[in-house]
Every structure is written in structure tokens, then in C-alpha cells.
């Protein structure tokens, strides 16, 4: 239907933290572009399925994250087929360039893979400022046929390039395209040695950046994994919101631990602390009035102390309707004589008295001797009524 906004139910909250990713830190020079997901196997018009993911099922979600710290700054989830038409350069050039609007001309540098990258796009990019790197597939527009042409042994490359672009072809363990607008076409060691020569094993420079900087999103999204909140709902906008928020959490962490270089806390530890904090800020903002009340049958332990306090005076329990004469257990003798038959084995239907009597203030139902001075004198009331009993016997 047209005009329709499938992620309606999310509602403000999605919104308001969506947007915050991009405020609240800057990401360093090196962005990763790539696709997480949010796990779902329920019935959704736009789930997918990606083999290439841990969780296979799900909704699929455009992130944009800092390569160095995993930092989500954008966050986009995929609705299926879009409304709006899309550009004459595809409706992935367009995505890509509103993922990165609000970083051109700044030097960032960004990494994607052969989903998103494309000649047009990365000259484009580049005239905007913004450097450009990763792999390629090889039926893209604007690949010159003699590079497809070209045999490559295994462990060698074959480059060509003009004013902007390196594009490499380079066989590893299969034959990979790669494109850049900043790397060079050479070879440059990737840190690690031969076992038995123990020479410096050399790789295209355009492949060892894209190893090292192209991890950002897959981070992110293994680090929110471990702290998940797997409750089981049917629906699935609550399992976003849930992702979100720990994607959200997992942001806050990363801002915290680059602030503090020197022996952070974990991340665990972190989102303790974190709970346990919202719980005070929660509390120290309920006033009086305000708060909840707690559900089902009060605990005689955490009785207000107000009942000790004050004048009480006790009154006729009103009835409703046809029924006039009202008696209900007393708070007092009843609990007291249904724990003394516990404690010698026998179990009784009814313990204690039921009393047409009760307070006016606590609106509790007491006898009127000696319970009700017992209920208001003492903090602790079945001690004290089980102390009676034992001096009157």
C-alpha cells in the first residue's frame, strides 16, 4: 500500500535511538559498511535469509560502524522493496549515499564489500571527499574486459588504473577483484611469516587494508551477541527494540572504554553497573503518590510503620449490596495460630477469628481485643500476639 511505514510499531523510541548513534560519538577516519541482522524465524513479509550470518533468519539492517572500535553510527533496517523509485545509478548507490551523508569531504575512508561497490560509486565518492575501498564483482559497469581476460597464477596480481581508481586482480585461493580510490597497487607484507622459510609473507596493499578494516560491523554485531536478550515474544518489533537497545548499550560501552584507555571494566561488569544505576536513578525519582502499588497480599514484614503512629480508632466493616454482616480473617490471630498448627503438623481449612471489625486508618480487619492494640503498638504483632497467648495459657 502506498504511504505505508512499516516500522510504524517501533514507534519514537526506535527513532530517538537510531538518531542518537550518530551524535553522540565520531567515529576515527576508517568506517566498514555491511549488513547485520536482527534474529527473527517468525512470519514478516521482510525477513531474509543470509547464509553468510551466524543467525541465518532474521530482518536484515544496514549498519555503517567505526573499523577501529565496532561503533554502530548508523543504523538502518531493510522494508523490502522501496516505495520510492530509485536513482539511475541503482537503489544500492543510493544507499550507500545515505548512509554516508554527514561524512563527505571530511576524510573518512569507507569499506565495503562486492554488495556495494561499484566504479560510479567510487569516483563519486571520492569528488565528494570521501576515499573508497573493497572488493568487487566482476560484472559490474565499467570494468575493462582486458583485466577480465587476464590469466593470473596463483600468489600474483594484475592492476590497472587511471586518474581515481586501482582496481586489482589478485588470486589467493580463488581470483578476487578489489577496488580503491587510496590504496596503492603493491605488495606490502601482512604481518605474518612463512612456517618453514620464516620470510615475510607479502599480500596486494589494497588486501591488507581490507582484512584489517572491513571488520567494524561484523564486531559490533558479535559483541551485542553475547549480551542478548533472548526472551521469547511473538512480536517482532519488540525483538528490534530489544536488539537496539543492546546495540545502544554496546555504543555506550565503546564510548566509555574511549574515555578511559587505562584498564576499563568489562563489558559485563559494565552493564551491571549500568542497570543498577537506572534502577537508583528510578527510585530516587518515585515520590511519594507516585509509585505503583505492589500486587497481591501485603507482607506482614514490610507493613509501613505509619501504623504504628497516630490515632486509630476501629469500625464497623460496611457491606454492599444485599450482604450486611461482613467478617473477614484477622491480620493478626489468624497468621499467628495458622503458624503455631504448622509448626505442631495439622492443617486446618480456617485458623484463628474472623472479626465485622477494622481500623479506620489501615482499613484492616482486626479483633477488637486484644488484636487491634497489638496491631498498632508492636512492629512485630504476631510475636508479640503469640507472647499473650503463651502468659494467658
Not at 65 to 90: E, H, I, M, Q
Request: hydrophobic share 35%; aromatic share 10%.
Amino acid at each position: 500500500m502506498a504511504g505505508h511505514n512499516p516500522l510504524y510499531k517501533l514507534g519514537s523510541l526506535y527513532r530517538n535511538i537510531v538518531c542518537a548513534f550518530g551524535t553522540v560519538f565520531r567515529p576515527h577516519q576508517h568506517l566498514s559498511l555491511d549488513e547485520g541482522m536482527v534474529p527473527w524465524r517468525g512470519n514478516l513479509s521482510f525477513r531474509v535469509y543470509n547464509p553468510d550470518k551466524p543467525k541465518k533468519y532474521g530482518i536484515k539492517a544496514y549498519m555503517l560502524s567505526d573499523a577501529v572500535t565496532g561503533y554502530c553510527s548508523r543504523f538502518k533496517l531493510y522494508t523490502g522493496k522501496s516505495d520510492t523509485p530509485a536513482s539511475a545509478n541503482g537503489a544500492t548507490y543510493d544507499l550507500v549515499m545515505d548512509m554516508m551523508r554527514g561524512y563527505f569531504g571530511q576524510g573518512y575512508i569507507l569499506y565495503m564489500d562486492n554488495y556495494y561497490s561499484s566504479p560510479k560509486l567510487y569516483t563519486d565518492l571520492f569528488v565528494l571527499g570521501c576515499g573508497a575501498t573493497g572488493t568487487l564483482r566482476v560484472n559490474r559497469k565499467g570494468i575493462p574486459q582486458r583485466i577480465k581476460d587476464k590469466k593470473v597464477d596463483k600468489g600474483d596480481m594484475f592492476s590497472m588504473c587511471n586518474d581515481e581508481l586501482v582496481l586489482v586482480k589478485y588470486h589467493d585461493r580463488k581470483v578476487v577483484y578489489l577496488l580503491s580510490t587510496i590504496e596503492e597497487a603493491a605488495k606490502a607484507p601482512n604481518g605474518r611469516v612463512a612456517p618453514r622459510t620464516g620470510t615475510p609473507i607479502e599480500n596486494p596493499a589494497i588486501v591488507n587494508a581490507y582484512n584489517k578494516y572491513m571488520g567494524g560491523v561484523d564486531r559490533s554485531d558479535q559483541m551485542v551477541s553475547y549480551a542478548t536478550f533472548n526472551a521469547r515474544t511473538l512480536k517482532w518489533w519488540k525483538r528490534v527494540i530489544f536488539h537496539v537497545i543492546s546495540l545502544a548499550t554496546l555504543n555506550a560501552y565503546l564510548c566509555y572504554k574511549f574515555v578511559t584507555p587505562r584498564k576499563p571494566m568489562l563489558h559485563r561488569v559494565f552493564r551491571k553497573q549500568l542497570v543498577t544505576e537506572l534502577l537508583q536513578s528510578v527510585s530516587r525519582a518515585c515520590v511519594p503518590g507516585m509509585c505503583t502499588k505492589p500486587v497481591g497480599r501485603p507482607s506482614t514484614a514490610a507493613e509501613p510503620i505509619m501504623r504504628l503512629q497516630g490515632q486509630h480508632f476501629p469500625i464497623k466493616i460496611v457491606g454492599t449490596g444485599k450482604k450486611r454482616n461482613i467478617s473477614r480473617a484477622c491480620v493478626v490471630c489468624s497468621v499467628a495460630e495458622r503458624q503455631r498448627l504448622e509448626a505442631i503438623g495439622e492443617k486446618r481449612k480456617r485458623t484463628g477469628k474472623e472479626s465485622s471489625y477494622q481500623c479506620d486508618k489501615c482499613l484492616t480487619a482486626l479483633c477488637v481485643e486484644p488484636c487491634f492494640k497489638l496491631f498498632h503498638t508492636h512492629k512485630d504483632y504476631i510475636a508479640a500476639y503469640k507472647t499473650r497467648v503463651m502468659i494467658d495459657e
